[in-house]
């Protein structure tokens, strides 16, 4: 027979204080760590591509670190890329937040932490430091003539290609549409694009608007008074969300298939070309096997330039309420020297936003001629420029959901142009658009 | 042997502390119990006070003000974000399908389980199996149904799309998440599936009170098996019907996962709702105050229309 026995006032709250006590060691114990000694560096990040990557980027950014620099520990939280926005705002305003994290540049990002002062300016950290970032990538991390963020990566938005599938490199649109239609022909699919998360779009809009308007006619609408509904900018739309669409050239139901589905369109063969970043690198050459991978600048259109877009991804920030500022400052310091730089770009296959002797890299081919092409982007004007990284969010969420109108027909291009437009206007008047200097 | 309390003298003597001893203790026992009762309860109102009610207050306060989210200052902007709402075509439009979603979103799913329930509970053969099968939807969280369906529906490998192909139906076959024209319905039906497991579980356990003996005369009186459903064991499960459509109902209107896992409300807007236009407007447009306006309307609707429908359904009873 089971025996009962009333539980006092007292034993009830003995077992209860027990219990919370217990579970705020729990608590305690999952938030994970890393072993070391000394000062805490709290370090939030986005998770790697890969698994593989993401063991790279722990041992690159937290064991060898805190080998190098014994006296501090690294605590480094990685969250999905696509969380760290609502979860970094909340960090922010808390009394914990992280002492230093990764985030995108563009205004509507970092601008707006640096708005609210969240941010720690990182203008003595420069001087005293000597980082020497591009002068063009430290002004994408520079809010009202303060510099607070370290550009830590150069990206370039070009065109994949399967080697068997495409013999010859096209020049123009043109030759690009007869490349399309034979590839058609031969039941395969000419671009591996999906849109089911809308950002992928807005880089197809920048290759098309950077080389319709070149590197000058951007910085006329986004530093001067020129428009987003001028008929280059509608041509660009046109072609990419319209005429690509009717001809045939994604897959069925572009809205509704993911970037990564997409991309498994080109790994696996079955599409041809792949418009996108070259972040995709190191996945590219982990995922193909069967076939050769070359790239090239999407070609002129209708006798247009050729400035692929090109500009700074992330950053590294500190946050203004920083536990340990000269923690923070130490350790983007470590990612910036020549041998840590060297080791990111062999593991990750990734540019960064300062000169680093590329000698005796061990690289794969394809990440080295990307390399070669991407040195070009320190003369300034021989690319174009990744739009949504520029512009406010009000902005980019019409690029977002508008662009997807377009492509089921439901928008027409000079209607999605002109209401780019109304949103440039309203953010133009808030302050919300980027400065030059 | 001589029970207590029945001597004339010192039995009433004795009875009396008794009576005393026991009319004393009522209060002190009611006091006890008070006591032990606050106990258990404090906390859970100070969880309910900090993390339901006062968020909702601080919902009100800043649906009046342009607080962009991050920022330390808060503008007063009064009604201006409530004006702002009416004019806003985006959000006219998730209001629009936020009302297909309800009717149909509400309608289905009670129907759907409450058939399922009579099936299951008139006896039919493979009772146990179908049980189960009824009942999965219920144990799979919103957003693993709308991963699932994400895959059913894809253009590229989706079964729905092989099936009709298959089937020689390849017109028919569409990326049915990228159609402007399907997209929201194509979320529907998942969320329907979805919802049908809760119909159905207590729409189940509702029908084994059923009084049998009622449902018996009406079989002698010649009464088939859709007029026994309808007038002899709906009327007797009509309280948890109402429970299980009132709850579907609130729910239609504070929908947000499955669409956001499905299509993010796309194409273009063609299957938002207020709740993810509420949720891209907040944290992704930095435009908290707007945002929390938006989530106000979502609160006075889901209230209005739960409202509404318990009192028609007490007026009929």
Same mark, same amino acid.
């Given at each position: 027979?089971?025996?009962?026995?009333?539980?006092?006032?007292?034993?009830?709250?003995?077992?209860?204080?027990?219990?919370?006590?217990?579970?705020?060691?729990?608590?305690?114990?999952?938030?994970?760590?890393?072993?070391?000694?000394?000062?805490?560096?709290?370090?939030?990040?986005?998770?790697?591509?890969?698994?593989?990557?993401?063991?790279?980027?722990?041992?690159?950014?937290?064991?060898?670190?805190?080998?190098?620099?014994?006296?501090?520990?690294?605590?480094?939280?990685?969250?999905?890329?696509?969380?760290?926005?609502?979860?970094?705002?909340?960090?922010?305003?808390?009394?914990?937040?992280?002492?230093?994290?990764?985030?995108?540049?563009?205004?509507?990002?970092?601008?707006?932490?640096?708005?609210?002062?969240?941010?720690?300016?990182?203008?003595?950290?420069?001087?005293?430091?000597?980082?020497?970032?591009?002068?063009?990538?430290?002004?994408?991390?520079?809010?009202?003539?303060?510099?607070?963020?370290?550009?830590?990566?150069?990206?370039?938005?070009?065109?994949?290609?399967?080697?068997?599938?495409?013999?010859?490199?096209?020049?123009?649109?043109?030759?690009?549409?007869?490349?399309?239609?034979?590839?058609?022909?031969?039941?395969?699919?000419?671009?591996?694009?999906?849109?089911?998360?809308?950002?992928?779009?807005?880089?197809?809009?920048?290759?098309?608007?950077?080389?319709?308007?070149?590197?000058?006619?951007?910085?006329?609408?986004?530093?001067?008074?020129?428009?987003?509904?001028?008929?280059?900018?509608?041509?660009?739309?046109?072609?990419?969300?319209?005429?690509?669409?009717?001809?045939?050239?994604?897959?069925?139901?572009?809205?509704?298939?993911?970037?990564?589905?997409?991309?498994?369109?080109?790994?696996?063969?079955?599409?041809?070309?792949?418009?996108?970043?070259?972040?995709?690198?190191?996945?590219?050459?982990?995922?193909?096997?069967?076939?050769?991978?070359?790239?090239?600048?999407?070609?002129?259109?209708?006798?247009?330039?050729?400035?692929?877009?090109?500009?700074?991804?992330?950053?590294?920030?500190?946050?203004?309420?920083?536990?340990?500022?000269?923690?923070?400052?130490?350790?983007?310091?470590?990612?910036?020297?020549?041998?840590?730089?060297?080791?990111?770009?062999?593991?990750?296959?990734?540019?960064?936003?300062?000169?680093?002797?590329?000698?005796?890299?061990?690289?794969?081919?394809?990440?080295?001629?990307?390399?070669?092409?991407?040195?070009?982007?320190?003369?300034?004007?021989?690319?174009?420029?990744?739009?949504?990284?520029?512009?406010?969010?009000?902005?980019?969420?019409?690029?977002?959901?508008?662009?997807?109108?377009?492509?089921?027909?439901?928008?027409?291009?000079?209607?999605?142009?002109?209401?780019?437009?109304?949103?440039?206007?309203?953010?133009?008047?808030?302050?919300?658009?980027?400065?030059?200097? | 042997?001589?029970?207590?309390?029945?001597?004339?003298?010192?039995?009433?003597?004795?009875?009396?502390?008794?009576?005393?001893?026991?009319?004393?203790?009522?209060?002190?026992?009611?006091?006890?119990?008070?006591?032990?009762?606050?106990?258990?309860?404090?906390?859970?109102?100070?969880?309910?006070?900090?993390?339901?009610?006062?968020?909702?207050?601080?919902?009100?306060?800043?649906?009046?003000?342009?607080?962009?989210?991050?920022?330390?200052?808060?503008?007063?902007?009064?009604?201006?974000?409530?004006?702002?709402?009416?004019?806003?075509?985006?959000?006219?439009?998730?209001?629009?399908?936020?009302?297909?979603?309800?009717?149909?979103?509400?309608?289905? *799913?009670? #129907?759907?389980? @409450?058939?399922?329930?009579?099936? &299951? /509970?008139?006896?039919?053969?493979?009772? =146990? $199996?179908?049980? !189960?099968?009824?009942?999965? *939807?219920? #144990?799979?969280? @919103?957003?693993?149904?709308?991963? &699932? /369906?994400?895959?059913?529906?894809?253009? =590229? $490998?989706?079964? !729905?799309?092989?099936?009709?192909?298959?089937?020689?139906?390849?017109?028919?076959?569409?990326?049915?998440?990228?159609?402007?024209?399907?997209? =929201?319905?194509?979320?529907?039906?998942?969320?329907?599936?979805?919802?049908?497991?809760?119909?159905?579980?207590?729409?189940?356990?509702?029908?084994?009170?059923?009084?049998?003996?009622?449902?018996?005369?009406?079989?002698?009186?010649?009464?088939?098996?859709?007029?026994?459903?309808?007038?002899?064991?709906?009327?007797?499960?009509?309280?948890?019907?109402?429970?299980?459509?009132?709850?579907?109902?609130?729910?239609?209107?504070?929908?947000?996962?499955?669409?956001?896992?499905?299509?993010?409300?796309?194409?273009?807007?063609?299957?938002?709702?207020?709740?993810?236009?509420?949720?891209?407007?907040?944290?992704?447009?930095?435009?908290?105050?707007?945002?929390?306006?938006?989530?106000?309307?979502?609160?006075?609707?889901?209230?209005?229309?739960?409202?509404?429908?318990?009192?028609?359904?007490?007026?009929?009873?």
């Amino acid at each position: 027979m089971v025996s009962r026995r009333a539980v006092s006032r007292r034993e009830f709250l003995k077992l209860g204080g027990a219990g919370l006590a217990g579970a705020a060691l729990l608590g305690t114990a999952g938030c994970g760590g890393s072993q070391g000694g000394g000062k805490v560096i709290n370090y939030f990040t986005g998770t790697a591509e890969t698994s593989s990557q993401e063991r790279a980027a722990i041992e690159i950014q937290v064991d060898r670190f805190q080998k190098q620099y014994p006296k501090y520990t690294l605590k480094r939280e990685a969250v999905p890329t696509e969380n760290q926005r609502n979860v970094i705002q909340t960090r922010l305003q808390s009394n914990d937040p992280p002492d230093v994290f990764s985030y995108d540049t563009g205004p509507g990002f970092g601008g707006v932490l640096a708005d609210a002062g969240l941010l720690h300016s990182l203008e003595d950290a420069y001087k005293k430091k000597g980082w020497d970032i591009y002068d063009w990538a430290k002004q994408r991390a520079t809010y009202g003539g303060t510099v607070y963020g370290v550009p830590d990566q150069v990206e370039e938005v070009i065109v994949y290609y399967n080697k068997d599938l495409v013999p010859e490199v096209p020049k123009t649109v043109d030759d690009l549409e007869q490349l399309a239609d034979d590839l058609k022909g031969k039941g395969k699919i000419p671009f591996a694009f999906g849109d089911q998360e809308q950002w992928p779009a807005s880089h197809l809009f920048s290759v098309g608007v950077s080389n319709m308007l070149g590197r000058e006619g951007l910085d006329n609408i986004l530093y001067g008074d020129d428009r987003w509904d001028a008929p280059e900018v509608v041509k660009a739309i046109d072609l990419f969300f319209r005429s690509f669409v009717k001809d045939g050239y994604y897959p069925d139901g572009v809205n509704a298939i993911t970037y990564d589905d997409a991309n498994s369109l080109f790994f696996s063969g079955k599409a041809a070309m792949n418009i996108t970043g070259t972040w995709l690198v190191s996945t590219i050459v982990e995922s193909v096997r069967d076939f050769e991978v070359g790239f090239f600048p999407f070609p002129s259109i209708d006798g247009s330039s050729i400035s692929p877009p090109a500009g700074v991804g992330t950053g590294l920030f500190v946050a203004k309420k920083a536990q340990d500022y000269e923690g923070a400052i130490t350790f983007i310091d470590y990612l910036l020297q020549d041998d840590t730089a060297r080791l990111v770009m062999e593991k990750f296959n990734t540019i960064p936003a300062h000169p680093v002797d590329t000698k005796g890299l061990k690289v794969p081919g394809l990440f080295k001629s990307v390399l070669d092409d991407l040195s070009k982007s320190t003369e300034a004007g021989a690319f174009g420029y990744n739009i949504d990284v520029l512009t406010p969010q009000n902005f980019n969420d019409i690029m977002y959901s508008g662009f997807q109108d377009v492509i089921t027909g439901s928008r027409s291009a000079s209607e999605q142009a002109s209401m780019l437009q109304d949103a440039w206007a309203k953010a133009k008047k808030s302050g919300d658009v980027p400065t030059q200097g | 042997m001589k029970e207590a309390g029945t001597q004339t003298e010192g039995g009433g003597q004795a009875l009396a502390p008794r009576r005393k001893r026991g009319f004393a203790s009522v209060p002190a026992l009611r006091r006890q119990q008070a006591y032990y009762g606050a106990l258990f309860v404090v906390p859970g109102l100070i969880v309910y006070l900090i993390f339901m009610v006062y968020p909702f207050l601080d919902t009100i306060y800043l649906s009046f003000t342009n607080w962009n989210g991050v920022a330390t200052s808060k503008d007063w902007v009064g009604l201006s974000n409530y004006a702002r709402m009416f004019a806003d075509g985006a959000a006219l439009k998730a209001f629009a399908n936020n009302v297909v979603w309800v009717i149909l979103g509400t309608i289905s *799913p009670v #129907v759907i389980g @409450l058939f399922e329930a009579l099936l &299951v /509970w008139s006896g039919a053969r493979a009772s =146990l $199996f179908f049980r !189960v099968l009824f009942f999965l *939807p219920f #144990v799979l969280p @919103l957003v693993v149904i709308g991963i &699932v /369906w994400q895959w059913i529906y894809n253009p =590229l $490998f989706g079964v !729905v799309n092989k099936v009709l192909d298959g089937a020689g139906l390849e017109g028919v076959s569409r990326g049915w998440l990228a159609d402007p024209h399907t997209a =929201l319905y194509a979320v529907l039906i998942a969320a329907i599936w979805g919802a049908s497991g809760f119909c159905f579980l207590i729409l189940h356990a509702s029908l084994q009170n059923v009084d049998m003996s009622t449902v018996e005369a009406s079989m002698i009186d010649g009464a088939n098996w859709f007029q026994r459903a309808w007038s002899i064991v709906v009327p007797q499960i009509a309280p948890q019907l109402t429970m299980v459509t009132a709850v579907t109902l609130i729910g239609g209107f504070s929908v947000f996962d499955i669409i956001y896992v499905m299509t993010g409300g796309g194409p273009g807007n063609a299957s938002e709702v207020l709740a993810t236009y509420t949720y891209k407007t907040a944290f992704e447009q930095n435009e908290a105050g707007y945002g929390s306006a938006l989530a106000m309307l979502i609160t006075v609707l889901s209230l209005i229309s739960a409202f509404v429908f318990v009192r028609v359904r007490e007026r009929q009873r």
